[in-house]
């Protein structure tokens, strides 16, 4: 079992590095691959070394599944490449997440659509995969139409020039230029670039991605992306319209049978998730559960999930597993 990770010396694919070992994944050749300034430089997996390889050595190996975190243009030119000599890509960029013949997928909510075909497969944006986490159980319940998200997320989502820029404003410096304005002790309503529309590209793909994921366009979702000064994952406050009513005790309890979430919910003890919380850790976490009393059928609630880990790597390792586990690599 051949794997290389693609972008193995950025903060996701270090995460994916991380991911693999911790999950004992039965692979038998790792294949780091990186850019060609990085050629040669070792990163760690399982208390060995191993040479990071240009993209041409890694396809020529033939690797089985390929875990991309190395940009959309980068993946845009070299997914194909690795697919044309039967490799699976699991792409944690944006570049083929919208592309009509690619699945974007979230295990634990389409996994069962994938098939042996699906050689290039999308990893969708961190926080729509945190949100649809909460939002899948409770639509097969009741039935979404609406939902509106606020997210408050971490720096580490923008990668390591951004952490370094965060922690020196916040040691007195000038930062690096990495945001257009400064982070700490500050926050940034505008994540991405800004579309026609106004909104801006995070936005747009929590609207795009949520309806693609979850195979239902007629779920309306508005977003307000935002960056806050903080490490360990990214937040979110979601109000949900449901054609049918619920209960809060029900809602409550089929988010705890749902695999992969965990419910925070005691206001009385000061009990709800935050990023601290969620920091290296694979689940998705809600909390402060409560209806609207605005209009009817609707509930707020608020969702946590480390960016780096459930947002990014490990749902790309789980789609790793879900190839493996169905049967569609065969030597």
């Not at 926080?127 to 580490?156: F, K």
């Not at 590209?201 to 609207?207: A, R, T």
């Not at 937040?235 to 925070?264: C, Q, T």
């Amino acid at each position: 079992m051949r794997v290389a990770v693609v972008g193995a010396t950025g903060l996701v694919g270090s995460a994916m590095l991380q991911i693999l070992e911790e999950r004992n994944f039965p692979l038998t050749e790792l294949i780091p691959v990186a850019s060609a300034r990085s050629v040669g430089t070792k990163v760690k997996y399982k208390g060995k070394e191993f040479a990071v390889v240009s993209a041409d050595e890694a396809i020529a190996r033939k690797p089985h599944i390929a875990l991309f975190s190395a940009g959309g243009s980068i993946s845009l030119e070299l997914a194909p490449k690795f697919a044309e000599v039967g490799c699976y890509v699991v792409d944690n960029s944006s570049a083929w997440r919208m592309d009509p013949t690619k699945k974007l997928i979230v295990p634990e909510v389409n996994g069962n659509v994938l098939t042996r075909d699906d050689l290039i497969i999308a990893n969708p944006n961190c926080s729509t995969i945190q949100m649809v986490m909460v939002l899948q159980p409770l639509h097969l319940e009741y039935g979404i139409r609406r939902v509106v998200v606020s997210t408050y997320q971490s720096v580490t989502g923008t990668g390591q020039k951004a952490v370094g820029e965060l922690m020196d404003e916040r040691a007195g410096g000038n930062g690096h230029g990495v945001y257009p304005h400064r982070i700490d002790l500050n926050v940034i309503p505008h994540i991405d670039v800004f579309q026609e529309n106004g909104y801006t590209k995070e936005e747009m793909k929590m609207v795009l991605e949520t309806c693609k994921i979850m195979g239902d366009d007629s779920i309306r979702v508005t977003a307000t992306t935002v960056r806050v000064p903080v490490m360990g994952g990214h937040s979110e406050s979601v109000n949900i319209e449901f054609a049918k009513n619920f209960v809060e005790n029900d809602v409550r309890e089929i988010l705890s049978n749902f695999p992969g979430v965990i419910v925070i919910d005691n206001p009385k003890m000061n009990a709800y998730p935050m990023p601290l919380d969620a920091a290296g850790k694979d689940e998705v976490f809600v909390g402060r559960i409560r209806r609207d009393y605005s209009q009817p059928n609707t509930l707020n609630c608020w969702i946590v999930a480390d960016n780096l880990r459930k947002g990014a790597a490990t749902n790309a390792v789980q789609i790793a597993k879900h190839i493996l586990n169905a049967g569609f690599i065969e030597e």
